[in-house]
């Protein structure tokens, strides 16, 4: 195992001209471009007396800027803490305290959030240490500090001048100076922007993020120079490691779509960057087949050829068709899905068209990857195998019939979480695996089939285990669903609807009437249902569910 910063400095280094990484429609920036803004945080992080482990928060919306930061924090051999872009300031500061962190980088917009109440900004400020909040657009001070400080930024871009006189070249990188712990704790990712009472630090040590990498380079082929449009959020371990580490340590260049993307601007974009894989989360795919493929599908004469052998693909051929071009053309690789279940409708099409896509397993104890399988191995409704050298095994006496928790061992796994040792102590087993929290089976090919979160089942007074999500998988490919969320009541099952009722309005639909529609399809599925698990009763809603930065609901705000 080669440590993670190795593959980055070799990359700069061989890629000096090439360009890394651009924010969509604006500016780029070169390897070389990117060596330059990481020497100046060195210099920055020197002069005002970071040393190495120490923690570095970064609070910022996606970009180049955002992934120059990065890396300079981990060349430097300081800790990175990222924040998601939605977490609220009050979160951010606490959290920011708690993990003892002595340099905020941020963007304007999260700047303005912290600086809106002023508590915020004094409560980081009370750090032991703590130096500057900084702006990470143009590594500039952004709020006041000691005179000694205001003089290190003031003088920075001469002390960077004065140190590489004649610009930097490819032989002034040495982010590998001396062989590093692979143990050594490099990144402290939150799992969710609340408070630190209720967020848990996940400590991820070189090795996880090492060894994740690896994994990459072995199962997607090299591709420098090649394109990678980047939607996920940075600060999150999926996007993190594989739109970011992945393709800026394999001389990829990467476009940064900020913000969340509307369909119009993805598409836009996947058609101009035509990147040779695409991340994303399930819902992206699952949106783009229900207000285009579904309806396209299942009218006259679609709806017949595809019952036909031989003519169903001609329709198949020509969605594929379509589906790619929306994609850019680009791919080698595919589309890589994440971070939650896909619709076994959207993937029934899917496979059948043999569009090239995969589902992956993970989370961010993982640094994130558990399970993964190439599309031409990769096996209908599983996660693929494990991704070696991670170890995986099934809590359960029949792991290949019996559902049981699915636990997980090896470098990948995190050091614990920060400041909590009960926490840590409660997510592993007496011998040392990791408790992932989610129900699975493994098949004679050790494919990985996922049915729910355990916290998330179901358990009936006749003692019966339902999984919620198997049910709304199905209700959502209904009409005018735009998603739904299952829960138990006493003594009843309760479907919670999102209505489409624009959609329902197009259709002639007036709300009374697309409520009774949808009522009507859901309840309808319990022909399918087992009895123990039969839908009482819907509720019609208005608004979207709450949902967190990898867009899975918020289960635990409703009930």
Not at 383 to 409: F, M
Request: overall charge neutral; charged content about 20%.
């Amino acid at each position: 195992m080669k440590h993670f910063i190795s593959y980055f400095n070799d990359s700069v280094k061989n890629n000096w001209e090439l360009p890394a990484v651009t924010n969509f429609g604006k500016e780029t920036y070169t390897y070389a471009q990117m060596a330059e803004g990481i020497a100046k945080y060195h210099i920055l992080f020197k002069e005002t007396g970071i040393a190495e482990g120490d923690k570095i928060a970064l609070y910022a919306r996606n970009s180049a800027e955002w992934c120059i930061a990065y890396f300079a924090t981990l060349t430097y051999g300081a800790v990175t803490v990222p924040f998601l872009p939605d977490f609220v300031p009050a979160a951010v500061a606490e959290l920011a305290s708690f993990s003892e962190c002595k340099m905020v980088i941020a963007d304007d917009i999260a700047l303005n959030g912290l600086k809106s109440e002023k508590d915020y900004i004094a409560q980081i400020e009370k750090v032991k240490g703590f130096v500057a909040l900084v702006n990470v657009k143009d590594i500039s001070l952004a709020n006041p500090a000691s005179s000694k400080v205001e003089t290190v930024f003031e003088s920075l871009e001469s002390k960077y001048n004065q140190q590489y006189p004649n610009g930097i070249t490819p032989e002034d990188i040495n982010y590998y100076p001396v062989e590093r712990d692979m143990d050594s704790l490099v990144e402290i990712s939150f799992t969710s922007g609340t408070t630190s009472a209720t967020s848990k630090g996940v400590m991820l040590p070189a090795r996880s993020l090492s060894v994740n990498l690896e994994f990459g380079k072995r199962e997607i082929p090299s591709c420098v120079g090649g394109h990678i449009f980047a939607i996920l959020p940075m600060a999150h371990m999926f996007g993190q490691t594989f739109d970011v580490l992945f393709p800026l340590t394999g001389g990829c260049h990467v476009f940064v779509m900020p913000g969340k993307p509307t369909p119009a601007r993805l598409l836009g974009g996947l058609a101009t960057v035509k990147p040779f894989m695409f991340l994303t989360v399930p819902m992206v795919i699952e949106k783009i087949f229900k207000s285009k493929v579904f309806p396209a599908t299942r009218k006259f004469p679609a709806n017949l050829l595809l019952k036909v052998p031989g003519l169903d693909k001609i329709v198949l051929n020509k969605i594929r068709k379509s589906l790619l071009d929306a994609f850019g053309n680009g791919f080698t690789t595919g589309v890589i899905l994440g971070g939650a279940a896909l619709n076994r409708e959207v993937e029934d099409l899917l496979k059948r068209m043999k569009f090239p896509y995969v589902v992956g397993y993970g989370m961010t104890e993982c640094g994130p990857l558990i399970s993964y399988r190439d599309k031409s191995e990769y096996v209908k409704y599983s996660c693929g195998t494990k991704a070696h050298p991670i170890e995986v095994r099934i809590d359960s006496a029949n792991p290949r019939r019996v559902l049981g928790e699915i636990q997980v061992k090896g470098d990948a796994v995190m050091l614990g979480y920060y400041n909590n040792e009960e926490a840590t102590k409660a997510a592993f087993t007496s011998d040392g695996w990791l408790k992932t929290g989610d129900m699975g089976i493994l098949d004679a090919k050790e494919n990985l089939f996922i049915k729910g979160r355990c916290k998330n089942m179901i358990l009936t007074a006749s003692g019966q285990n339902i999984y919620p999500e198997e049910i709304e998988d199905k209700i959502n490919n209904l009409p005018y669903v735009v998603e739904s969320l299952v829960v138990g009541r006493k003594n009843a099952i309760v479907a919670l609807v999102v209505i489409d009722y624009d959609g329902a309005a197009k259709a002639g639909l007036d709300e009374k009437a697309a409520e009774q529609f949808v009522n009507d399809s859901v309840l309808g599925l319990n022909s399918e249902l087992a009895a123990y698990s039969k839908i009482g009763y819907i509720e019609a809603r208005h608004e979207a569910f709450e949902k967190t930065p990898k867009q899975s609901i918020k289960r635990y705000m409703y009930s």
